[in-house]
């Protein structure tokens, strides 16, 4: 009986161990957004009101520029380094980091040659931005490549010493661009300080990025990268394409205004866009651990997040005018009306990416690829035909709608895809 007992209270400090284990890797998770969380808002803020509506308005398509580039990094580089090397030896892991970080700065410094090329042909209002867009793109990339990294390994202290770092660098970086006045100085002070997180990153990991092992690590992961860029791709993608839509539409203002009213969210935005930093490694841990809780895992997750987004967009609508003239400007006016389609659909977003997580936890990449063209298909035919039919606003209302249906979609597939594994998993008992 006391051997029973004994393997009683071991079991159960273990389970005990495993759960503060996952608390404490998901408050790191929390620390390290709401640093990234910060720091994008500020940026945000501060270049709003240093620049005007229509200057910002060119800002917000450089930063959603770099929003695609970013999702073509992490679905060819880090995506596959968290699904398959979260918890793993620390051999393997460091070989692994090597390899997928020199893929995202050899993203980086392809894509950035290119944004140079076509910056400095366009010209005009746009076109020096994106120029210094490319000069900044590689240290950018391999900044967010230093996140992931540390998240697969399960030590998220270090990512978000990194994003505090990128943080202190940003105040004197944007002071300094405040001086100059202009979109292309705001645009290399934002990425200028990335570059000083991603040297310091080298640091805290020890590791060199291995540009020459891009192609090894592209050819070992092609099953799950291909399948992960081309998703990424129709995210980020639908963004731009809305973004640039609407600036036809309406006029590049617009742009600003919907760019506005999303950094009133803008903490629950970054969380969502760097949220497979946490969730997906997680997942993929309770999987091995406990599947059967995985379901459970992902809808905590994604209830959460839409809850939260709601209660902090209902606080928004309370916001005395006088307040948010202060945090934004001459941009307030326009974006306050925009805060309850934007907050429904952040809610939206925030309740599909538990079912995310759960389905790249499973490597369940087909049905993840079908989930995402759904959801960004339904994006750009709600926010462009939304603008179409009643401009800014029918945009933010259509994309709320679009955001809503593609959610439902992600669950519809989650649940399928749990279905399966089971299935697997019973037929495997009973062959073995």
């Known amino acids: 009986m006391s051997t029973e007992g004994e393997q009683t209270t071991a079991t159960a400090s273990r389970a005990g161990s495993a759960e503060r284990g996952v608390a404490g890797r998901l408050s790191w998770g929390l620390a390290d957004q709401a640093a990234s969380s910060m720091s ?5 803020i501060y270049v709003a009101r240093s620049l005007g509506l229509t200057a910002f308005g060119v ?68 076109g020096p931005a994106f120029a210094c867009l490319g000069v900044v793109l590689p240290g950018l990339l391999l900044q967010d490549a230093w996140r992931f990294a540390f998240f697969a390994a399960g030590t998220g202290r270090k990512a978000f010493v990194n994003d505090v770092v990128w943080g202190v660098a940003l105040v004197p970086a944007m002071v300094v661009a405040a001086r100059a006045g202009s979109v292309q100085a705001f645009v290399l002070a934002w990425g200028g300080s990335a570059a000083v997180a991603a040297v310091y990153g080298c640091f805290q990991s020890g590791i060199r990025p291995h540009m020459t092992g891009a192609r090894e690590w592209l050819r070992a992961h092609r099953d799950l990268g291909s399948r992960y860029l081309v998703e990424n791709l129709s995210n980020s993608g639908a963004s731009q394409l809305r973004a640039y839509g609407l600036g036809a539409i309406v006029g590049v203002g617009a742009v600003g205004v919907i760019r506005g009213a999303e950094l009133l969210l803008g903490p629950f935005l970054a969380v969502l866009m760097g949220l497979s930093l946490v ?13 059967h809780r995985l379901g459970s895992f992902c809808l905590l997750l994604g209830g959460g997040q839409a809850a939260a987004a709601l209660l902090w967009g209902g606080a928004l609508l309370l916001v005395p005018d006088q307040a948010g003239e202060f945090v934004l400007g001459g941009v307030w006016g326009s974006a306050s009306e925009l805060i309850a389609p934007v907050t429904l659909g952040v809610a939206g977003a925030g309740l599909g990416t538990g079912a995310a ?19 960004s298909a339904c994006y750009v035919v709600g926010g462009l035909g939304g603008a179409a039919w009643a401009g800014t606003v029918g945009s933010a209302w259509g994309v709320a709608a679009a955001t809503v249906c593609g959610s439902a979609v992600w669950w519809l597939q989650l649940r399928s895809a749990l279905r399966e594994h089971h299935e697997d998993t019973i037929r495997e008992v009973r062959t073995s």
């Open 279 to 291: 969730t997906v490694a997680e997942a993929a841990r309770v999987l091995r651990r406990a599947p």
């Open 59 to 126: 800002f917000s398509l450089a930063w959603v520029t770099y929003g695609v580039v970013l999702n073509v990094s992490r679905g060819l580089a880090t995506d596959p380094l968290v699904v398959r090397f979260s918890g793993v030896p620390d051999a393997s892991w460091r070989g692994a980091v090597a390899r997928s970080s020199g893929t995202a700065l050899g993203v980086g410094t392809a894509v950035g040659a290119a944004c140079l090329v076509v910056g400095l042909g366009v010209g005009g209002r746009v």
């Open 357 to 375: 997580a759960g389905l790249r936890a499973l490597g369940a990449a087909r049905r993840s690829l079908r989930s995402q063209l759904f959801a």
């Open 40 to 44: 994008n808002f500020a940026v945000g």
